[in-house]
């Protein structure tokens, strides 16, 4: 037992481990934060307001020039259930071109908590893209 201890001992220390090495990679250039590309949508926003009763809705999304050929922004206005979000309207723009923004107000009920739900999709042709986006809960 003692013998083939050793012998264990001695092929662990003379044979070579394969070792791997990460690439050096000068990280003063490059950039930090994680980008990603998208083929026909190049900017999304939104803003989201309650003050006095109404509801301030903004969203707008860019396309390419001469790429996005149509752009649509859905934007559903949800009020907090008891277990759910429950949608209380939807809001549409639909553009034959490279944008489309959605400039709303809503009455809100004082007390409710409300968030969006949002969904931006561009078209190049019959190909299109989508990204959706969900804000923070705003108590009316």
């Known amino acids: 037992?003692?013998?083939?201890?050793?012998?264990?001992?001695?092929?662990?220390?003379?044979?070579?481990?394969?070792?791997?090495?990460?690439?050096?990679?000068?990280?003063?250039?490059?950039?930090?934060d994680v980008m990603l590309f998208m083929e026909y949508i190049s900017n999304y926003d939104f803003d989201f307001v309650i003050s006095n009763g109404k509801a301030r809705i903004t969203a707008r999304m860019d396309g390419y020039l001469g790429i996005t050929t149509k752009c649509k922004v859905t934007v559903e206005l949800q009020?907090?259930?008891?277990?759910?979000?429950?949608?209380?309207?939807?809001f549409n723009a639909v553009e034959y071109r490279d944008f489309a923004e959605v400039d709303?107000?809503?009455n809100v009920t004082s007390g409710k908590t409300y968030r969006l739900n949002i969904t931006f999709t561009a078209w190049s042709g019959a190909?299109?893209?989508?990204?959706?986006?969900?804000?923070?809960?705003?108590?009316?």
Do not use: R
């Not at 959706?132 to 705003?138: A, F, G």
């Open 1 to 32: 037992m003692v013998i083939t201890a050793l012998c264990l001992a001695a092929c662990l220390t003379t044979i070579p481990i394969p070792q791997a090495k990460a690439a050096d990679i000068d990280v003063s250039s490059t950039h930090s």
């Open 79 to 90: 009020e907090k259930g008891l277990l759910f979000w429950n949608t209380v309207e939807t």
């Open 104 to 106: 709303t107000t809503y």
């Open 127 to 140: 190909d299109s893209e989508t990204q959706t986006m969900t804000s923070e809960s705003i108590k009316a």
